[in-house]
């Protein structure tokens, strides 16, 4: 079984402040870890994943996450927020292609200008 | 891009009431999930589908039902609705894994449910 733990609920962050949001899992085989957005009402937006090689991987809207393995974390991080990155995140696993997705139970982002 | 389609967007039953919330995954994708968000919760996964079968199963109560049709979109039956059903329930697409991977799943906008 796997599992998926997000420390805090909420993060308030100042506007063009570093962004860390933390994400530890559980899982029995080498996972894919992925990281989402959702804005108020709308689905879910995938933000990055890993799977293989490179540990350090990169997304869209300037976030990116390192996988390690040795802490079994997979953070993401933005070097300096915008007001636009309000926003809930969530960090999922899966142990292999065309399974579930195990979800944290989610960050919520506020942005202070 | 195409993106996956969910119907209808917005559903209001009452309770005892029985809804279909339908999805049309990404064009080529042979794999849908459906899962359900309830206020302030992370998605839980309901059931999966590959090539028209059942792949897996979560936590989805019997009074729930779910098929994957030959034109690969997926419907979700709910009977006897009960309050607690009352949540947005997203629909998702993976490729095939022929495709290369890594086989992220993409998601719907959501049916929001709300049961009265």
């Known amino acids: 079984a796997q599992s998926v733990t997000q420390l805090g609920s909420h993060v308030s962050v100042s506007e063009g402040a570093l962004v860390l949001l933390r994400c530890n899992y559980s899982?029995?085989?080498?996972?894919?870890l992925f990281w989402y957005v959702q804005y108020p009402n709308q689905g879910l937006q995938l933000l990055l994943k890993?799977?293989?090689?490179?540990?350090l991987v990169k997304g869209i809207n300037g976030f990116e996450a390192e996988f390690k393995k040795s802490e079994t974390s997979f953070h993401l991080t933005k070097p300096s927020a915008h007001m636009s990155d309000a926003a809930e995140y969530f960090c999922a696993v899966t142990p292999a292609a065309g399974n579930k997705l195990t979800f944290g139970g989610g960050t919520r982002v506020l942005v202070k200008p | 891009a195409a993106g996956v389609i969910q119907s209808p967007r917005h559903l209001i039953k009452e309770k005892r009431e029985t809804a279909t919330l339908k999805c049309y995954p990404i064009?080529?994708?042979?794999?849908v999930y459906w899962y359900q968000q309830g206020p302030g919760q992370d998605p839980q996964f309901l059931i999966s589908?590959?090539?028209?079968?059942?792949?897996d199963k979560g936590s989805i109560p019997d009074r729930f039902s779910a098929q994957q049709f030959s034109d690969y979109h997926s419907e979700l039956n709910m009977s006897s609705l009960e309050l607690g059903d009352s949540a947005l329930y997203f629909c998702?697409?993976?490729?095939?894994?022929?495709?290369?991977?890594?086989?992220?799943?993409?998601f719907g906008p959501g049916t929001r449910l709300t049961v009265t």
């Open positions: 064009p080529r994708h042979d794999t």
């Open positions: 589908f590959y090539e028209k079968m059942q792949s």
């Open positions: 890993y799977t293989t090689g490179a540990t």
């Open positions: 998702a697409s993976s490729p095939p894994s022929t495709s290369g991977g890594p086989y992220e799943q993409y």
């Open positions: 899982s029995s085989v080498p996972p894919y």
